[in-house]
């Protein structure tokens, strides 16, 4: 499988960042640690990796193994769950695409979601860890960052993972529940925005593809994680969410990302050139297309951010395909339904300014801290109208229209597919006499809108709050593989390979730290206790 010649030129790739840093760490040419560090040498090619695989990117030498790596990470697994794409294959239902978590693929998606990264960051930890050196610490500070940007995704997606003992160098660390790595990630956060905030120099800017060594837009970025992290856990510890809220949000500590300019992106640069990897399951493999979920709210609601994801037709239409699709590859579905509108140089978000205002919008929702939610929601739509350049922002916050329901006939490729989303659900339009779960469904769904294309945290918004309502799948089985009940949507984890329970004798810990079996059907801890499901 090649990637055609769509891809960008292939500039000169830095020699650091081609090479291999085990290479570089070793001392064959008589240069000290001391004299490494001075360049940023000892830490720089680590410190890209750790980039690039928060979520998989790479260059475009790589051909399609990045873009392999998304495709199980977020392609066919979150985003066909909560419908962003629909997948134009089945894949002989031995795939995560219908709910069937094969040994193979889930050992590929825990080196994807979590050990990659370990490796890459361990070799700057084996470094800093005691380390004095005011440099060393601010190394530290922005890799912590990085690490929990990735590790979040993994412990959203697996539940438990090594996280408190990660580094130790223990062959057989232990696991910490998914509350425990919560709790550390947000100390982690807070240590490393008291650390930055006050840096007057650049850290690692011949290596960094994120904000060119920026420290204070890199303390934005970990006051929103910590903002992110708070609010997702305000159902199940409000003490521990209010006071890393107020600390976030606290000007003195930095700010969060408020501007376009300061969202965390990852995309091509002269320093490393790099391909979106979302093009070879899009256009080499005509896999990926248009989410018959997505397209159901945008089309109802009439959205012009429509016109910025996905391309139409050629006859001017857009053409989606539902979640969890049963049938083969389809040449037909390969040429006619609607594609992502994604090209080389497309960026991939880690975390953008109108996720922001839907986060502090939930906060102030819920008391946790000031603000009126009103506001704080439509700034978070106005906001994701400018990342994607649309216009008419202020008539669709006044649009009262429900989403597209659909019925037999309606999806070209899948004719007998039908499932009405408008029971029960919400228009764009803001209404003050609404309940709290109402408002609370409002900006969720408009979140999930904003979020695209950033698969993983849209499944975990609707896995913690039950919003948006989702369509159903479109294989009617897939809750047999994950030993769910009859009505799920979507799964609620990815399970772990049977040779990771071989490698670590503390894995047998895994259904104690999840309260649960470990499938694909447990639910993870931040799940809100009163759930709501979906009005059929």
Not at 5 to 10: A, D, E, K, Q, S
Not at 258 to 285: C, F, G, H, W
Not at 392 to 397: E, P, R
Request: proline content about 6%.
């Amino acid at each position: 499988m090649k990637i055609r010649n769509y891809l960008i030129p292939v500039f000169s790739v830095l020699a650091l960042a081609s090479c291999n840093y085990e290479q570089i760490n070793t001392n064959i040419y008589g240069v000290t640690e001391e004299g490494m560090k001075t360049g940023g040498l000892l830490y720089g090619a680590p410190f890209m990796d750790m980039q690039k695989l928060v979520i998989p990117i790479g260059s475009p030498t790589e051909l399609t193994g990045p873009g392999n790596d998304l495709a199980n990470t977020d392609i066919m697994s979150a985003g066909n769950y909560i419908g962003y794409w629909g997948m134009n294959n089945n894949w002989n239902f031995n795939t995560e695409a219908t709910w069937n978590f094969t040994d193979a693929r889930m050992s590929y998606a825990y080196q994807n979601f979590y050990s990659k990264l370990f490796r890459a960051w361990n070799d700057i930890y084996k470094h800093t860890k005691n380390s004095e050196d005011p440099a060393d610490k601010e190394v530290q500070a922005v890799a912590n960052i990085v690490k929990v940007t990735a590790w979040l995704r993994a412990t959203d997606v697996f539940g438990p993972i090594v996280y408190t003992n990660a580094g130790n160098g223990d062959i057989a660390p232990k696991l910490d529940s998914q509350e425990t790595v919560y709790k550390a990630m947000l100390a982690d956060l807070k240590d490393a925005s008291l650390l930055l905030v006050n840096t007057a120099s650049k850290v690692l800017p011949s290596y960094d593809v994120i904000y060119n060594g920026n420290a204070s837009n890199w303390v934005r970025l970990a006051n929103s994680l910590m903002l992110r992290i708070a609010v997702r856990v305000h159902f199940k510890d409000e003490a521990l969410a209010k006071e890393y809220i107020t600390f976030a949000l606290d000007p003195s500590h930095g700010g969060v990302i408020e501007t376009v300019a300061q969202e965390a992106k990852i995309r091509s640069t002269d320093k490393l050139p790099l391909m979106n990897s979302m093009l070879p399951t899009v256009e080499d493999y005509g896999e990926c297309r248009l989410g018959a979920t997505i397209w159901a709210y945008m089309q109802g609601y009439k959205d012009p951010r429509l016109l910025a994801y996905f391309t139409a037709t050629s006859n001017g239409y857009f053409v989606p395909i539902p979640p969890t699709n049963y049938n083969p590859l389809s040449t037909e579905a390969k040429n006619g339904a609607s594609k992502p509108k994604v090209d080389a140089a497309s960026p991939l978000f880690w975390m953008r300014a109108s996720e922001v205002s839907f986060l502090k919008a939930e906060a102030a929702l819920y008391k946790l801290t000031g603000g009126n939610p009103k506001d704080l929601y439509e700034e978070g739509v106005t906001k994701s109208f400018e990342e994607s350049g649309a216009n008419g922002v202020a008539a669709y916050l006044q649009t009262d229209d429900l989403p597209y329901d659909i019925n037999r006939s309606v999806l070209p490729y899948n004719r007998e597919y039908s499932c009405k989303l408008s029971p029960g659900n919400v228009a764009p339009k803001w209404n003050d006499a609404d309940s709290d779960e109402v408002k609370l469904q409002k900006i969720i769904t408009q979140k999930y809108l904003a979020l695209y294309p950033n698969a993983v945290e849209a499944w975990t918004e609707y896995r913690r709050t039950g919003y948006p309502y989702l369509l159903k799948p479109a294989y009617d089985k897939a809750y047999v593989s994950i030993g769910g009940e009859e009505d799920a949507i979507t799964p609620e984890r990815f399970r772990f390979a049977p040779a990771e329970y071989g490698t670590n004798p503390n894995m047998s810990e895994v259904p104690a730290l999840l309260g649960g079996e470990d499938q694909g059907a447990t639910k993870l801890w931040w799940v809100r206790n009163n759930r709501p499901k979906q009005p059929k």
